[in-house]
């Protein structure tokens, strides 16, 4: 009874592993995840629930959404598929590794010569000269290009056995392992990583950004501040480069600066903050700096002619009429004025021709503010261009991957295991050298495990100049 | 005044020339013919390339901003195809010593060309922030060599189902001076595996370029996600033949196949939404 159950379980398992060990398996995952694939290319991914509602309608809106059509990449059906491969990966690796084990290592590569003398495309030829010496021209010859070459008596004659390449069967099994390294490196980034975004106004900071695929807010170990922010366009209108520039505060102490541009990241404990995209933000005027370009417009009481000039804080304007001259000297985004909130404001002194010089307030949303003064000039500041409700923002993309190396690991092991695997052969050679008459008999034939055309080739080529000069090969 | 675009539409003229040549030396079982047209595609190659050099420099001249590799939009990716596809067909011609193979590759290199010069613009634009690069170069060279060998591969598939679509032993005339039927096999097979080493490049530098411009090495865009379809097809190509022993007919089959995916992923993706857009037509 315990036999039998046993039994069933040793079945049950046999056939679990032969099902892995397939390379039906193999076939089969690799199309379902081409074909799979397809449908996230046609149906834009992590959108929102809103969009996808109106595009499906509620009824295939439900049944797609169940499926996890919106963010397939990282639904489990996609999931499950990339883990049957790895499986499938492994166990038919160790599966081969079983069988050519012993081929790849070994110290006394086996050759059976009857199958290299019955080979259908040997060369024969016979060359001058006794066996003997043709033998010790030609090992000499072939063990420059073949690492392994051993002669063997052969009856009255000889056999030269050699090969070389052995270990590029090992390849194979290295690409499979890159495949391995880079879903491991998959993992690690994203159990232990984090990629989001964040959008920061120009002199402003912040430490918490947004997740991208949670939608969740993270906090940084540090905080970032957008010194400044400057884009520049082509003379078509496509933007031709954007930078920030950037400096990392920790503990309200500022650390490393740095400009990015696209391409070019800061990378800072671990953390890559790249430069992503830009756009305009309305303003809380609280927090927006100075105005840039601060125009001015001056009404004279005694001609009634209203004259505009541009101004820049800390350097004078001179007033037409002889009316003096006004410097703005700073800017209040909360500007008093005897004990009253009036809003952001600019203040300055305006030094007539005549007299000493007066202190000037102009509130920006009042322009006739400066009307209480009862001076010769009234002085307002334009409302177009007086206060920034809008400034730029730099978009950047923020990110923590520690799985990234892992991941480049993978990528380096499969590109040098393609190699291999495509390119070099486990290649093996087999020449015989028997006394006829008064001449020598020579057979060439090779077998490689790959490009066998190739290197049939190279065989053709090599008995050629074997039997070139009779066999003295110089 | 820019020459560029003059040499390379000049130079689609002559790969029509060479492809016709190819096959009319074929068809009407002329080797002489055939020599020359080894000439006229090594001509060809030659003005492509020259085509290529004249615009790279061309494009320094065009003020500050606008200069960088010619490979960074749909025009100079066609004129870089055809550049690849001529070359690794004339090493293939040289290492079989068999011409019959130009007339289905020529062509292809003369339809890229053509579809290059005739309909996409050829005007050089400056680099937008995300293309200016130095894996532009490595990530667009690798892509395409592996194009090309596809592109090669799917023209030997068709020789090779021409061949055994007919009775091989009564055929004779054009289809029987085709190449034998086991020799096309291998030689697709070589192929892929060719530009099976250059697409996994390609999808690797353009993943590391990714990670050090965007902070991620893959997001599955349309293009990424394509590319790696066009891989799994490849993939599972060679998996077939050297571990189910496909060959032939099916592998010929598998081919068309994955070359079509590589056509989509070149051409198709730009309809769909994503990073690579850059690469949309007219551009």
Request: hydrophobic residues 45%.
């Amino acid at each position: 009874m315990m036999n039998d159950k046993t039994k069933v379980t040793a079945n049950y398992l046999d056939s679990l592993w032969k099902f892995f060990a397939s390379v039906k398996l193999t076939v089969v995952v690799l199309l379902s995840l081409a074909v799979l694939s397809i449908i996230g290319t046609l149906i834009p991914q992590n959108q929102s629930p809103a969009d996808y509602f109106k595009a499906f309608g509620p009824f295939l809106f439900q049944v797609l959404a169940t499926l996890d059509i919106f963010d397939m990449y990282h639904s489990w059906w996609f999931q499950f598929l990339m883990i049957l491969l790895v499986v499938n990966i492994i166990i038919c690796s160790v599966e081969r590794l079983r069988l050519t084990g012993k081929i790849i290592f070994t110290k006394t590569p086996k050759f059976n010569l009857n199958n290299y003398r019955q080979q259908k495309q040997r060369r024969e030829f016979t060359v001058t000269g006794s066996a003997g010496s043709v033998v010790e021209a030609y090992r000499r010859y072939l063990s420059k290009s073949f690492r392994y070459c051993r002669v063997l008596e052969q009856g009255q004659g000889f056999a030269i056995t050699a090969e070389k390449g052995r270990w590029t069967r090992i390849g194979v099994y290295g690409v499979h392992l890159s495949v391995v390294i880079l879903l491991v490196g998959g993992l690690i980034g994203s159990l232990y990583g984090f990629e989001g975004f964040v959008n920061i106004p120009e002199g402003q900071s912040i430490d918490t950004i947004q997740l991208r695929n949670t939608g969740l807010e993270y906090r940084l170990p540090f905080s970032i501040r957008c010194d400044d922010f400057d884009v520049q366009f082509y003379a078509s209108g496509a933007p031709k480069e954007f930078r920030s520039k950037l400096t990392i505060l920790e503990d309200g102490k500022a650390g490393i600066q740095k400009e990015i541009i696209v391409n070019d990241p800061l990378r800072y404990k671990g953390i890559n903050i790249f430069q992503s995209s830009y756009g305009k933000t309305n303003l809380d005027p609280h927090m927006a700096g100075a105005p840039e370009d601060i125009e001015l417009s001056f009404r004279s009481t005694v001609s009634g002619m209203i004259y505009n000039r541009k101004a820049v804080l800390g350097q004078p304007v001179q007033i037409p009429e002889g009316m003096g001259k006004l410097v703005v000297e700073r800017y209040e985004p909360d500007g008093q004025f005897r004990g009253m909130s009036i809003g952001p404001a600019l203040l300055g002194t305006l030094t007539p021709a005549e007299g000493s010089p007066v202190p000037i307030v102009l509130a920006m949303n009042f322009p006739k503010f400066d009307m209480m003064r009862k001076g010769d000039v009234v002085i307002s500041v334009d409302q177009s261009t007086a206060a920034p409700k809008t400034a730029y923002y730099t978009g950047l993309q923020i990110t923590n991957d520690p799985g990234v190396w892992v991941v480049y690991v993978g990528f380096a092991m499969m590109i040098v295991g393609c190699m291999v695997t495509f390119f070099m052969s486990h290649q093996q050679l087999m020449v015989e050298i028997q006394p006829k008459g008064t001449r020598t008999a020579v057979l060439v034939a090779g077998k490689a495990n790959k490009n066998k055309i190739g290197f049939q080739h190279k065989v053709n080529r090599l008995s050629e100049k074997l039997s070139m000069n009779d066999g003295r090969l110089s | 005044m820019a020459y560029n675009p003059i040499i390379l539409s000049i130079t689609t003229f002559i790969f029509g020339l060479a492809g016709a040549m190819y096959i009319f030396s074929w068809v009407f079982h002329r080797e002489g013919a055939g020599r020359w047209a080894t000439g006229v595609t090594l001509f060809a190659a030659v003005g492509n390339l020259i085509g290529i050099l004249m615009r790279w420099y061309e494009s320094y001249q065009l003020g500050s901003g606008y200069g960088h590799a010619p490979l960074s939009n749909i025009y100079e990716s066609l004129v870089f195809f055809a550049f690849t596809i001529s070359v690794i067909y004339l090493v293939v011609e040289r290492r079989y010593q068999n011409r019959i193979i130009g007339a289905f590759a020529i062509p292809l290199a003369f339809f890229a060309l053509a579809y290059a010069s005739f309909g996409t613009s050829s005007k050089i634009s400056p680099l937008i922030p995300a293309l200016k690069s130095n894996w532009l170069i490595a990530h667009v060279m690798t892509c395409f060599v592996g194009y090309a060998a596809f592109a090669l591969a799917f023209g030997v598939s068709i020789m090779y189902l021409l061949k055994r679509g007919n009775d091989e032993s009564a055929a004779t005339g054009v289809i029987g001076r085709l190449p034998a039927a086991a020799f096309l096999d291998e030689l697709t097979h070589q192929l892929i595996m060719f530009g099976f080493l250059f697409l996994t490049a390609g999808i690797i530098t353009g993943a590391v370029w990714a990670n050090s411009a965007w902070g991620r090495y893959w997001g599955w865009d349309p293009k990424e996600t394509w590319s790696l379809i066009t891989w799994f097809i490849y993939a599972t190509l060679l998996h077939a033949r050297l571990m189910r022993g496909w060959s032939g007919k099916r592998i010929a089959i598998l081919s068309l196949v994955g070359f079509s995916a590589v056509m989509f992923t070149y051409f198709g993706v730009n309809l769909l939404p994503g990073l690579h857009s850059y690469g949309a037509m007219g551009q």
